[in-house]
């Protein structure tokens, strides 16, 4: 018993170190590049918001995420490029996922990009044929002080960002995710009941993909990784959750927050669907 608690310890502190090493590095482009995204947008046509939205969603990490909502507040993309762009975003699990399998990651994360460009087109035509209020509510956010010193990068980005919000809670997740498909295997017959009710985990995948949380969603990360679940599963999951990237947008809007969600989980289960059917 100890030995596998252990084990599982060493093998979520591996993945926690490498996770803080591409969590920093993205950081850090987002600091260097920021304004000249945001100026890009102003002179963008309509179509390259999808493309560009869908594109910052796909970067590892909550940042895509929190940019785009960004964005939208400040009325430079539109309710279906934010909502395409959250189909794209992976949050924290993309880290994991490029740790514990860089090449499927690689794979998911164009698939994630392309659905989420054909469905923020999509969305945008529902939502201007049936006339759905967006953005009724929104306010102007309130944007990180152009602070570049040292300093400041080191104690508020990565301590008081990456580490204090993010790396324990990927330990803690990573930790739990790998101990349940542990003891899952080794008491619950867990391989037996995966390849029986994959259907189930699909719909379960969807369903806590409506958490605007970053770790719930490592399970089913796990479950791919080890084999146990099939890359549609894994799909669904990663198109209908989308990290921390919801959380300020639900401080702002909750009325958009509500109908991005309800869009994106249509959207991801009938994608996770198909591509279950056709045997992925």
């Excluded at 608690?5 to 920021?34: C, G, P, Q, Y």
């Excluded at 949050?91 to 994991?96: C, M, R």
């Excluded at 035509?125 to 967006?134: A, H, N, V």
Aim: aromatic share 12%.
């Amino acid at each position: 018993m100890f030995d596998i608690i252990l084990r599982l310890v060493k093998e979520s502190i591996e993945i926690s170190l490498l996770v803080a090493v591409m969590m920093i590095s993205v950081d850090l482009l987002n600091v260097l590049t920021k304004q000249k995204i945001e100026k890009f947008f102003i002179n963008a046509r309509k179509f390259k918001q999808y493309i560009l939205a869908s594109l910052i969603g796909t970067v590892p990490g909550c940042i895509g995420g929190f940019t785009n909502v960004s964005l939208y507040m400040h009325g430079l993309i539109s309710f279906g490029a934010l909502a395409g762009s959250m189909i794209a975003v992976s949050g924290d699990e993309a880290f994991v996922m490029l740790a514990m399998f860089p090449k499927q990651a690689l794979i998911l994360f164009t698939i994630l990009f392309v659905i989420g460009i054909c469905s923020g087109w999509l969305i945008d035509i529902i939502i201007k044929k049936y006339k759905i209020s967006t953005c009724t509510n929104c306010k102007e956010m309130v944007t990180h002080p152009h602070e570049r010193s040292f300093k400041h990068y080191v104690t508020e980005h990565i301590y008081g960002h990456i580490i204090k919000k993010h790396l324990w809670k990927t330990f803690l997740w990573t930790f739990g995710a790998l101990l349940v498909v542990e003891f899952g295997l080794k008491y619950l017959h867990l391989e037996q009941f995966t390849s029986q009710y994959k259907i189930v985990f699909l719909l379960v995948g969807a369903l806590v993909g409506l958490i605007p949380e970053s770790g719930p969603h490592l399970i089913f990360v796990t479950l791919f990784a080890q084999g146990l679940v099939p890359f549609s599963v894994l799909l669904t999951s990663s198109m209908v959750q989308d990290g921390h990237g919801m959380l300020p947008m639900l401080s702002y809007s909750l009325k958009d927050s509500i109908k991005l969600k309800a869009f994106n989980f249509v959207i991801g289960l009938t994608v996770g669907l198909i591509f279950y059917m056709v045997g992925l």
